[in-house]
């Protein structure tokens, strides 16, 4: 069973460690690496922590096996479009993957999206067939713009998707 729940400003450390497990898992999906932010000082997570929760404008999310963290999704309201909400950090424990967490994060993301009355929701992904990039596409996520790289010096690409939103009800 998989319960999703908003990461709580003292598991900052919890975070870190997710975090950085799952730069070391997948370093080809993310835009940072492992050696940038492995030696972040522990008052810098902490502060991106409280930062983020007391914005209005993060929702940092854990994805829950029974008592431990098997996944992690950060959702961010955009500060130069505010229709637009961005995923950041999504990424399923290796044990968990093909337990409905992955999809679960999304949700939850995207239903924090509309409830912020975003009209669309983006993200960037590593351009290959990937259970990524099939969950996203499965999710309703179609390719806007241009493949870019990844991050500079990578050889691999990234595609930007985006889901379009249903506009609240007027009622």
């Known amino acids: 069973m998989i319960h999703i729940r908003q ?3 003292s598991e900052w450390q919890k975070y870190r460690d997710v975090r950085l497990r799952a730069l070391r898992d997948a370093p080809d999906a993310f835009g ?8 972040k000082t522990d008052a810098a997570w902490q502060r991106q922590i409280e930062t983020a929760l007391s914005s209005g404008s993060d929702c940092p999310l854990f994805a829950y096996s029974q008592e431990d963290v098997c996944g992690l999704v950060w959702c961010k309201l955009s500060a130069a479009e505010p229709d637009t909400a961005h995923i950041y950090h999504m990424w399923v424990d290796p044990a968990c993957r093909g337990s409905g967490a992955g999809h679960a994060l999304l949700d939850f993301a995207v239903r924090w999206a509309k409830k912020m009355a975003a009209q669309r929701v983006r993200l960037g992904v590593t351009f290959a067939q990937s259970p990524a990039m099939s969950l ?17 010096g990578s050889h691999l690409e990234s595609l930007t998707l985006e889901l ?6 007027q009622a």
């Open 32 to 39: 940072s690496t492992y050696a940038i932010e492995s030696v």
């Open 7 to 9: 990461i709580q400003a």
């Open 164 to 169: 379009r939103l249903e506009p609240r009800s």
């Open 136 to 152: 996203y596409q499965k999710y309703g996520f179609i390719q806007v713009g241009k493949v870019e790289p990844l991050r500079e």
